[in-house]
């Protein structure tokens, strides 16, 4: 588990329960998603209920948001390095004709865990699906920049988790697991970038 029922607070209890019923139900409700524990649940939970396609764009796979860049933290807390998630997107993978799309806009490091996860099960006679993994080219940021740039992640058909920001340290977000307007607008950004913004980085 993610979080502990023991040391959690009672909106965060609650949190978790809404998060799961509207995973469940598929409703077509916005939740506020800004707090890192609640967004790293939020993740997890789009990782397990996908059943085609996963898109996800972000500044740089962080693995470890910092003690002190959150008020909502008070100890690091493990994102794109947390075992449960990389769990996830790997037992995603394990689906026939799963997909998994990356779209990063800097350079990642060489270990992140995330990454180097996804290379190592790629290998594997486990991997039943596919993955693509690009970086935004350095002479189409300004265009990026000039236009909707938050980062995101899509799920399937009607599910995603935006961010309000774009500032790399800015984690307000807001999510939804039945809105097929938004989760098709952020379809049709992520597909400028796969093709027109950004190059293969595996």
């Known amino acids: 588990m993610i979080f502990n029922t023991d040391n959690r607070s009672d909106f965060d209890k609650f ?18 998603n800004s707090n890192p ?8 939970k789009l990782f397990l209920i996908a059943k085609k396609r996963i898109r996800l764009f972000s500044d740089h796979l962080i693995p470890v948001i910092k003690e002190g860049e959150y008020d909502e ?28 799309d990356i779209i990063v806009e800097k350079k990642i490091d060489a270990e992140n865990p995330f990454m180097v996860a996804l290379k190592e099960f790629a290998k594997s006679k486990d991997m039943k699906g596919n993955y693509s993994f690009r970086q935004i080219n350095e002479k ?11 980062h995101f992640l899509i799920c399937d058909d009607k599910a995603y988790r ?28 992520f597909d400028f970038y796969l093709t027109e913004l950004s190059t293969s980085a595996i």
């Open 15 to 32: 949190y978790v329960k809404e998060i799961d019923r509207l995973a469940l139900s598929g409703e077509d409700f916005s939740v506020d």
């Open 73 to 100: 933290l008070d100890k690091d807390l493990r994102l794109y390095s947390h075992p449960k998630l990389i769990r996830n997107m790997t037992d995603f993978l394990r689906q026939d004709g799963a997909q998994l």
């Open 37 to 44: 524990l609640h967004a790293l649940y939020l993740m997890n």
């Open 162 to 189: 935006v961010e309000k920001s774009h500032e790399p340290k800015c984690f307000k977000a807001f999510a939804n697991f039945g809105d097929k307007r938004v989760h098709d607008k952020l379809t049709g950004f």
């Open 140 to 150: 189409n940021k300004v265009q990026l920049e000039s236009g909707f740039n938050n």
